[in-house]
């Protein structure tokens, strides 16, 4: 099995940076694409940022040129880092990888419990 975990969210002004963090663990094989989406309230969950095993990435159209994503194949971790904050930003965000376990030969969609972002002055 193989598990996310997110770290990194809280209140922050608007214009304001914070740096989002994300672990897997278990029993991993390989990692081929890891991201971020968002759920604000009310809405429904949304992309942020993905990359892939090579450093390759894109980007929501509402985050681009503002928040970058960023990831350790040796650690098994993605960051994200958000620059110039905006209210509109104010959402949970959840950690995504795709994941072949140990012992099987498919890739597993693996969800991380979410982390709340609050852009609020």
């Known amino acids: 099995q193989v598990q996310l975990v997110e770290s990194g969210g809280g209140l922050v002004q608007p214009g304001g940076s914070l740096r989002l963090s994300c672990a897997a663990s278990?029993?991993?094989?390989?990692?081929?694409?890891m991201g971020w989406y968002r759920q604000p309230p009310g809405k429904q969950r949304e992309l942020v940022a993905i990359i892939t095993s090579d450093g390759s990435t894109n980007y929501g159209d509402s985050v681009k040129g503002r928040f970058t994503i960023s990831r350790d194949n040796a650690k098994n971790t993605v960051d994200l880092q958000m620059n110039t904050l905006k209210p509109e930003d104010t959402a949970v965000y959840y950690c995504?990888?795709?994941?072949?376990?140990?012992?099987?030969?498919?890739?597993?969609?693996?969800w991380g419990q979410g982390t709340l972002v609050t852009v609020s002055s």
């Open positions: 278990g029993s991993i094989f390989s990692i081929n694409n």
């Open positions: 995504n990888a795709w994941a072949i376990v140990v012992g099987t030969y498919k890739y597993l969609g693996v």
